[in-house]
Structures are given as C-alpha cells and as structure tokens.
C-alpha cells in the first residue's frame, strides 16, 4: 500500500496505474474510519482493481465556530484498516500541500448546497466541493464513492461533476448502521452515554415516517409533525435543527408524497450534530 | 478531421486517442477565427500530434447588454481554417449540449477575475471559468492554449487550475498583431473605419509608456498620465475603461516599476470594446 502526502507522490502513482490501463476507484475521507468508509471501500474493490483512499480533513469545509480543532484523528488505526481492507494507495496530505497561500478559486452548486445542512454550515458544501474536485483532478478516478449518510454531500457533488463534466462517475453506497440503527459517524464518538442513547431517536423518527407514509399518510407536514414529536420525546438533550420532506434529486422541499422522496434531518447534541435519511416511495408502499 | 457537436462524441474520439498515448492540445475559442487563433493551434500542433479545437460563443461570459446575440459566427469559415491548420477535432456544440436547464455550478476566482474587465463585465470570468471547466473536462488535454492579448483571462484560468490541480499545462502564446500594430480581436470588424484607424492609439499608448519607462520613468501614475493624454488626442471616439500598471501574477495594481508588470488598457468604441497589454520589465531596461 502507498502512502502518498504529497499531489505529486499520487500523480507518479496513477500514472503507472493509468499506463496499465487499470481502473481506479477513490474514497475520499476524513479519517477516523469506521464501518460507512470501510463499505465504500469495499464497493470500490469490487469495480476497480486500484482503490484509492484520501484521508485529509478539510479546513475549507468547517465553520469557525465548527469541531476542526478536535475532529478525530486516527491515522495509524485507519491505515491499519485501509491495508486490511485491499486500499492500493492512501493519500494523506498536509492542509500547506492542498491549500496555496493564495488560493482564491470556490466552487458553488447554487439551490442544492444552499438549505439543509448547508443553512446551519454556511460554506460547507464549497468547502466539500473544492476539496473534491482538487482530488477528482489528482487522483483521477473512474469511479467515487461516497455513503448514503450524507445525502445532501452526494447530490451536491453529483451535480458538480455533471455540471463540469467531469470524467467520473459517482457511486451512493447505502448507510451502514450500528446493530441498534444509529447511522454510523465519526461524531458519533463525541456523544455522551445519554446522548448516545438519545441519538436513536433520528432513525426512530424516520422509521416512524415510514410506517406513516405506508399506512397512507401523503402529507409531508404531518410525517414532520409526528417526528417532531418523537424527537421531542425521545430526545430531550437534540434540538432539532432541520427535517425536511424533499424530491431526491433536486432537494426541494415537496408538500406531498405524489412520489419518491427523501426524508432528511439533522439533530443537534451538546457534544454533536448528528444527520440521518430515509427514502420513502410511496408508489411502492402497501397504502 | 472530427467535427463533433455532442460530448459523447468527443469522448469516444478522444478515448482512441488516449488510448494510443498521444498528447492532446486544446484550443477554446468562440469562432471567428483569425490569425491569432491560428498561432494557437500552430503552437498546440509543435507540441501535441493531436490538437482538439472548440468554436463555442459561450453565453455564461456575455453580460445582459453585451453583444452575444451579434458576435460573428463564420462556422464554414472557420472549419476550412482548422483544417488548413492540421486540426484533429473540431467541438461545435449547441448551447443546449454544454448547460442543462437546472445547471447549479459556478466557478469563481477571488481576487484575479474582480477588477480590470471583471469590473466592466460581471460575471464575465465566472462564464469562461465555467465553460473552460467544462472543455477540460470533455477534452482532457495535455496542454491547453490561450492568447495573451486576453491576459486577465489567461491569468484566472492559470489560476483556476493550479487551485483545482486540473491535470494540464496552460500555455500562453503572444498576441498576434494587425501589420499596423493593432491586436486581432474578433471584434476588430465591428469598427467604423474612422474607429479602425483610432484604435490604434490602444497599441500606441503602450508603446509610449514602455519608451517612458525605457526613459527612466518608474511611477505608474505618471505612465498612465501619459497613456490617457496620448488616447484622447489619438481616439477622441474612444472612451478610456481602465489603464493599469499591474503585477504580472496577481493582477494587483502596483505604483511602481520596481520589477516587470503587464500595463492593460480597455478602451470603449461605440460599435466594440477593445483590449491591449503589453509586459514591461524595467530591470531589462536601459534606464
């Protein structure tokens, strides 16, 4: 396995790989790896004999007032699990070899970076999409990979790569949960016992929409109600911070079900802001 | 030679080429090609067996009153000079095939792409760093090509890809120049005669500041001085947008010669609006 830390250790890599004509697959991350990314890395062996990692956490896409300074950092542990899990090559850059003194290049998806988590974390989504973009352009993936989990992340970036053209395709892999349905995040560690056991309140409130939703509720403001209530109760230490009812690709907010959707939420804790989704498509529900 | 309208079809002509290793050069341009664009391609040619060529008036960099819908289209033209010039490809796409109705993302360079022409033309450079995105995306060159009498727009591309680390060398060939000095623009066969003949006082004001700083002169303001006397007595029908003595990498503006600068000048006829640069280094100055 490679560990590169530096653009030009990747490129002198990929392009022997290229010259080999193998495909290559890239999970970008921000370390303290867990079962989600460990999935993805997965899905990556399973299309392309070459699986790059990038583990780098990015300042552009933290708030000032964000956990940058206390993020989890867990090198050693994640390379560990990156070499038991058939990763080719790690790329683990300093924020000095991605971020030029004088960078002034952004990228920005408007409508779909611009509510949800992207209300509460103003700049977040340019953040992700610079960073991205940096990687898709030094590691030169045929295939990405990113989880379900973050949703708004996925289609954001989608998007940017149809939009820009760029040569890759981007591959959404399911949430991978704890046994007791707590969607799995790096933050997750931040919870206190309490809070942890509150947590399940997120997919306990999209498990609750669901069943709604297939006992025939059609009306997006009475699935939020009854989450909300479940959260209230279930989660007196969360403060919701959005749920919303949304179309699956554009992510506007829609009133009803007449279709496919996402139910997205994020939930803040004293120590971590938690987010969890669900797609519900009520054409294949009993009714 | 390929001439190609979808993106598909560059695609699978440019997967071949790659295929057989053969360095591509990329020149974007919007058409109405003249001289200045054929040194591109002659410079792409020396360096790249196959040069991909794309004639695309872009309307993402047309500002609302600007002069999209009038700017020369001379398509048959053109193809014939591509092919005179041994291009390998031709892009020619509709405005439908390069932006989806709901495209969301912007491209924007802090800084570079604000002042000088981004003053004038809002949005000017977001449009061509969209479009360039794009075109790198689709073509994957090697090297790509930009003339430097648009020297604003070769520095904010230059910088869009260092920050993006997009994987191509950008190439900035000399402007290319009317016997009688005036630079080639497609936008030299708006003008009146009369204009024609005043629009030499773009190249003559340059000319004037660089014998002024062989002469000694250091102080920008001074050369400016100069330069504005020198147009309202050359051009009376022009109108003076900006002069700037610059710093040839950031673009700042700079009060003295202490080291080599880009002075740009814009001046507005009623029928075009004409740019000029030219470096001047004063450490290779007599003094």
Redesign the interface.
């Known amino acids: 396995m490679i560990i590169a830390k530096t ?1 030009e250790e990747v ?1 002198d890599a990929i392009r022997q790989v290229r010259r080999q004509g193998q495909r290559i697959g890239l999970v970008p991350t921000m370390g303290a790896l867990h079962a989600g990314h460990y999935s993805l890395m997965g899905a990556a062996k399973a299309d392309c004999p070459f699986v790059a990692v990038s583990i780098f956490v990015n300042p552009a896409q933290f708030g000032p007032n964000e956990d940058l300074a206390k993020y989890p950092r867990t090198l050693e542990a994640d390379l560990a699990g990156c070499r038991e899990h058939g990763v080719s090559l790690v790329f683990t850059p300093e924020s000095a070899a991605m971020y ?1 003194p ?11 970076s611009e509510h949800l988590c992207g209300a509460s974390r103003k700049g977040h989504f340019d953040g992700v ?2 960073v991205v ?2 990687l898709f ?2 590691v ?1 993936p045929d295939k990405a990979y990113f989880g379900a989990k973050d949703y708004q992340q996925a289609s954001v970036i989608g ?2 790569v ?6 890759l395709e981007i591959v959404v892999c399911p949430i991978i949960r704890e046994a007791d349905g707590l969607a799995m995040s790096s933050r997750n560690r931040y919870l206190s016992p309490q809070e942890r056991q509150q947590a399940l309140a997120l997919i306990g409130s999209l498990h609750l929409a669901d069943k709604l939703a297939k006992a025939g509720q059609r009306e997006s403001k009475a699935l939020i109600g009854a989450m909300r209530q479940h959260i209230a109760t279930a989660a007196p230490l969360g403060q919701i911070d959005y749920i919303e009812v949304m179309d699956p690709d ?1 992510l506007s907010p829609t009133d009803r079900l007449d279709g496919p959707v996402v139910i997205a939420l994020a939930v803040k804790f004293s120590s971590a802001r938690l987010i969890d989704n669900m797609r519900i498509d009520p054409t294949r529900l009993g009714g």
């Open positions: 653009v490129r030029a004088d960078a002034a290049t952004s990228i920005h998806v408007a409508r779909l999409c610079i973009a940096k352009n030094i030169l998007r940017m149809r939009d820009l053209d760029m040569p554009s």
